[in-house]
Nanobody, 125 residues
């Protein structure tokens, strides 16, 4: 059974950093792209970043470029989201997801088959 478990969320002051982890089991990173999404109260779920299965190419939303970095440790079947220079508007539940998605479709959450339970990130001002 495929399982994704997020960790690393918490409360941090504006300007601070957090590193989120997504530990995957039951799937191979050779086959699945891993994406990070977030959802704030009253807002739509939005794609944050993705790392592809085919060539480990990374993608990121414009609103996090220069601040967030996605990476993977394939030996540990773990994907990370390093978040720097956090802002209050980054406050959301962050989810990792796995799917057979590529290229410009990376941000389409309907394309992801498996989801973690989410981890809360709260950035105070």
């Amino acid at each position: 059974e495929v399982q994704l478990v997020e960790s690393g969320g918490g409360l941090v002051q504006a300007g601070g950093s957090l590193r989120l982890s997504c530990a995957a089991s039951g799937l191979s990173f050779d086959d699945y792209a891993i994406g990070w999404f977030r959802q704030a109260p009253g807002k739509e779920r939005e794609g944050v970043a993705c790392i592809s299965s085919s060539d480990r190419k990374t993608y990121a939303a414009d609103f996090v470029k220069g601040r967030f970095t996605i990476s993977s440790d394939n030996a540990k079947n773990t994907v990370y989201l390093q978040m720097n220079s956090l802002k209050p508007e980054d406050t959301a539940v962050y989810y990792c997801a796995a799917g057979l998605v590529y290229g410009r479709r990376w941000h389409d959450y309907d394309e992801y088959a498996y989801w973690g339970q989410g981890t809360q990130v709260t950035v105070s001002s």
